[in-house]
C-alpha cells in the first residue's frame, strides 16, 4: 500500500513518530507540499494524509488508486469532499484533540491583554525598574476580570472550557450555540442571544466553526453592538472576522484589545489589516500545537486510519 504524508512537519517536526504508519505500506513524507507538486506526489497513492494542503479535483482526478484522505486537523475545507465522494473516496478528519490546549491558549490571550506580562518582564531586563523611583511601575492599564463576563461564540467543547476557566477566574459567562444544553447552565454561566451577548459581553470569544453563517460575523454592525472597550479574542478561524472592521475599532478605541491566533490567509501577509492595529496581540496560529495535544492528535490520525482500513470508517465528513 502507497502512502503519501503531504505536509508532516507542523504535527511532527521531529519529536513524535511515524513508525506504526511505516508498518502499513510504503511511506513517502514530505515536510510541505507546494500546490505545483500535489499532484505528483499524490499519483500513485492509496491513502494520503494532509494537514493544510488543498486536494481538489484536479488532483484527485490524476490519482486513480486513491481511496482515503485522513485530514490531521479538524478543519476539512481543503478538500474536495464532494468531489472525492463521487469517486469513492473516504475523508475524515479529527475532530477533538486540542480541545484543552486551545481553551487554555484563549485564556493566555486573554490574561496577556490584561497584563501585558511579555512587555513587563522585557522592561524588568531593559532596566526601566531598576531605574524607576517607585518600588513598582505599570505601563499599561491592568485588569482584573473576577466579575466581569465573557461572551462565548460557540459553546461545544473547546467554548465549554474556556467558559470553565472564565469561571475559575470569577467571570460570568454568556454562550451562544445553535445546540443549547441546558445542563451546562448556572448561576455563572447561561445561554444567550448574539444581541444580548454583544450587548452585555466584556470579552468576546470566538470558538464557532466557519460556516456561511458565521463568515465575518464580527464586523462593523456587530461591534457597533459591543460595549465600549470589549476585548475580542479569537483562536477558532480567521475569517469569523472581518479584519479591517476590526482594526478601525481598535483604532478608535471602540474595541480595547483583541488577541488574534488566526487569521483570514495563513500566514499572514504583510498587508493585513491587524498588523496596522492598535493592542493586537498576533500569534502565528499555534493553540493547537502544545505536544500533548500533538501526541494526541497522532493518536487519532491512527486510530481513524486503522478504522478505515477494518472496514469501519469514523470521523469521515464526506458520507
Known amino acids: 500500500m502507497k502512502i503519501a504524508v503531504l505536509d508532516g512537519y507542523t504535527l511532527n517536526p521531529g519529536d513524535l513518530s511515524w513508525e506504526w504508519l511505516e508498518k502499513l505500506g510504503e511511506v513517502q513524507f514530505y515536510d510541505r507540499t507546494p500546490a505545483e507538486k500535489i499532484t505528483e506526489r499524490i499519483k500513485d497513492a492509496e491513502i494520503v494524509l494532509c494537514n493544510k494542503v488543498p486536494i481538489r479535483k484536479e488532483n484527485i482526478n490524476a490519482a486513480p488508486n486513491l481511496k482515503y484522505i485522513g485530514v490531521l486537523a479538524t478543519g476539512y475545507n481543503v478538500i474536495d469532499i464532494e468531489f472525492a465522494k463521487e469517486k469513492g473516496i473516504v475523508v475524515t478528519n479529527i475532530p477533538t484533540y486540542g480541545t484543552a490546549s486551545v481553551g487554555q491558549f484563549a485564556i493566555a490571550m486573554l490574561l496577556e491583554i490584561c497584563h501585558h506580562i511579555g512587555h513587563h518582564d522585557k522592561a524588568v531586563h531593559d532596566g526601566k525598574w531598576e531605574a524607576n523611583p517607585d518600588w513598582c511601575f505599570w505601563d ?6 473576577a466579575g466581569k463576563t465573557m461572551g462565548i461564540i460557540g459553546f461545544g467543547r473547546i467554548g465549554q472550557t474556556t467558559g470553565k476557566i472564565a469561571q475559575a477566574l470569577g ?4 454562550a451562544n450555540d445553535s445546540y443549547k444544553n441546558k445542563e451546562l ?5 447561561k445561554y444567550a442571544d448574539l444581541d444580548e451577548l454583544y450587548k452585555e459581553a466584556d470579552v468576546i470569544a470566538l470558538h464557532c466553526p466557519l460556516f456561511p453563517s458565521t463568515e465575518g460575523m464580527i464586523n462593523k454592525e456587530s461591534i457597533a453592538k459591543m460595549k465600549d472597550g470589549v476585548i475580542i479574542l479569537n483562536n477558532s478561524r480567521g475569517q469569523l472576522i472581518v479584519e479591517e ?3 478601525d475599532a481598535l483604532n478608535s478605541g471602540k474595541v480595547y484589545a483583541a488577541g ?3 487569521v483570514s490567509t495563513e500566514p499572514i501577509k504583510g498587508d493585513n489589516p491587524l498588523l496596522k492595529a492598535k493592542n493586537c496581540f498576533i500569534t502565528p496560529h499555534i493553540s493547537w500545537a502544545p505536544k500533548e495535544s500533538r501526541i494526541r492528535l497522532m493518536n487519532f490520525v491512527e486510530e481513524t486510519l486503522m478504522a478505515f482500513l477494518d472496514g469501519k470508517p469514523i470521523n469521515v465528513v464526506n458520507k
Not at 140 to 145: K, M, T
Not at 171 to 174: G, H
Open 260 to 262: 488574534i491566533d488566526v
Open 185 to 189: 447552565e448556572s448561576e455563572t454561566c
Open 171 to 174: 467571570m460570568n459567562v454568556l
Open 140 to 145: 499599561y492599564p491592568l485588569i482584573e476580570l
Open 245 to 247: 472592521d476590526l482594526k
